[in-house]
C-alpha cells in the first residue's frame, strides 16, 4: 500500500509533456527505482479517420480514474502515479493518455501501468466518436470485449 502518496488525475484538451511527467514524479526523490511510462495515441485506423473527439461528463470521469489510481496505489508499492487524459478533438498521431508510475522496483511499476491502462479502457467514461476522411460520420465507437477481457484479469489477482 502506498497511502502518503496522492495521484495526479488531470482531464485536459491541452497536450502533455512526458518528460515533465516523469520529473514531477521523481524529482528530489532517491527511493525511485522504477518508472513506467505509456502514451496512448490516436490512430488513422488504416488510413481511415481524420480524427477522434473524445468527449466525458469532467465530475465523472475525475471521480473515476482518481477511484482506479487508487485502487492501484493499494495494490501496489507505489512512489507515483500520473494519469492525463485529453477530450475534444484529436488528429491521428495526436497523445490521447498519459500513464507514469513509479516504484522502488520495476514489477510493481509495469503491473500498476498496466492494470490502469486496462482499467481506463474499460471502466473510465469517456465517449468517442470518429470522423473519417470522408467527411462521412463515423458514428460513436462502441466497447470493446477485449478491453473488458484484458481488465478482468485484474479480479482475481
Known sequence: MSAHVVPLVRIQTEDFDTSAEVARLTRGRHDVGAVVTFIGLCRDEGGRLSALELEHYPAMAEAEIARIAAEAMERWPLSGISVIHRYGRLAPGDNIVLVVT??????????????????LKSRAPFWKKEHPKDGSDGGWVDARE????????????
Do not use: C, G, K, P
Not at 511499476?109 to 492494470?115: E, L, R, V, W
Not at 477485449?146 to 489477482?157: K, L, N, V
Open 102 to 119: 513509479a516504484s522502488t522496483h520495476r514489477h510493481a511499476a509495469f503491473d500498476a501501468a498496466s492494470f490502469l491502462m486496462d482499467y
Open 146 to 157: 477485449d478491453d473488458e477481457i484484458a481488465a478482468r484479469r485484474w479480479e482475481h489477482s
